[in-house]
């Protein structure tokens, strides 16, 4: 194996006993960037300077004696919604194109704690508002498993990069599907904490009280080992739980007997792919040959997800995309008179996609229809998160696919917003509650597509998602690499 096919756990041993120098792994990883990513198209920043600096400063530590993090020297990419000193933070977006933040967000401040060598940033649907990552202002990321293929969206890029071992791991931000969806897509595992558990400062934000971010891994373990040193209490952050976080690892026990299942059936729906169908009931028994039950459970409220999730965070993107104004900082257009200017900012640097949730999220929000929309809504997710609370007085977690297929082919869907926003309707009602999911490889369609199942669990139970998780990786074999064809 090449080295920057390992897994973050992995690499750690092989660190720790000088069996590789950090300085060789970023080496490594940043020539399989510059041998790939032409094609692949993850990246909007690499840092290389900054990475092989980072690995020289683990190598001094190991050199000395010192212990060191288990993330420490682990190549890694960061979706490029996520503030960065001194690194560009564009979020895809032209508005954004040279914005160069002036602070860190928490998660980059714990990670570079913990000694992180940050390879790049990586590409996004614009603001993150997306299923393909066919939305950027710069370009399309293509799946590693088929470069005709888009590698969902809108953490794409960062799905795409670790699938194609550009990196070793990466993070996200997930708003509706966000990490889950392109998990499923690039065959790896992804996982939306709980709101709150992972501190939002320093995100540039969609949706406020949707946003999460999250981990993008080769396996369980490497994700256990990044939430880990991601979660925790922020004080910077209102909506942050103040309380301490787990230790994730001791979650990794290959044990289920006796775990409860519950298989929402309104997640199996008509129209959904059999070849992924098929995949996630053939994991859901693997699960229950470790000693778990399963049975089927309702969500009654399941099919109003969607309607009220584009209603709330486009009127909550209409609030928090107002700022770029082409005043305080970002792109802006010329005009001559600020009416003038401020229309040409947002026509100009904004793309059709952002422009549309802005003006949905407007409207609904406008006097007259805030009440027949936006507070219904509301009132809607209330419901969804009900229906969940009960099923969790029952079930330990619940399993749906990931996606209601694999992932399809670049430009198929891009005249059809609707079709579109449909690849996030297994993983949108999560966001909703404010609950935990993970998605990982279950099964490949008849073409070599990885298919993605996804696990759920009531808020703050990301240990036991883990622990199914990880009970069923070790007891499969899914962890597959795509063959890069046409690279």
Known sequence: MKLYEYTAHQLH??????KVSARELAESTLQRVRNLDENIKGYVTVTAEQALAQAKAVDEKIARGEEIAPLAGIPMAIKDNICTTGIKTTCSSKILAN??????????????????????????DEFAMGSSTE????FTTSNPWDLERVPGGSSGGSAAVVAADEAVWALGSDTGG?????????????????????????????????DQIGPLTKDVTDCAFVLKAISGHDPKDSTSVN???????????????????????????????EEVRAAVMAGIEALVRQGAVAEEVSLPHTDYAMPAYYVIAPAEASSNLARYDGVSYGYRGEGDDIVAMYKRTRTEGFGAEVKRRILLGTYA????????????????RTLVKQDYDRAFEKYDVLITPTAPSAAFKIGEKSADPIELYLQDVCTIPINLAGIPGISLPCGYTRSGLPIGMQIIGQAFSEETLLRVAYTFEQNTDFRRKPSLKGV
Do not use: H, W
């Open 99 to 124: 914005f160069v933040p002036p602070y860190d967000a928490t998660v980059m401040q714990k990670l570079q704690a913990a000694d992180g060598v940050l390879i790049g940033k990586t590409n996004l």
């Open 13 to 18: 041993t092989m660190l720790t006993e000088k």
């Open 365 to 380: 929000l406008s006097s007259g229809y805030y009440d027949a929309y936006y507070l219904k809504a509301l009132k809607v």
């Open 135 to 138: 939305n950027s202002a710069f």
């Open 243 to 273: 309380s301490a976080a787990p230790d994730y690892t001791k979650a990794l026990v290959n044990d289920v007997k006796g775990l409860r299942i519950g298989v929402p059936r309104e997640f199996f729906v008509a129209g959904m792919d």
């Open 178 to 210: 966000s990490i889950r969806q392109p998990a499923a897509y690039c065959g790896v595992v992804g996982l939306k904490p709980t709101y709150g558990r992972v501190s939002r400062y320093g995100l540039i934000a969609y949706a406020s009280s949707l």
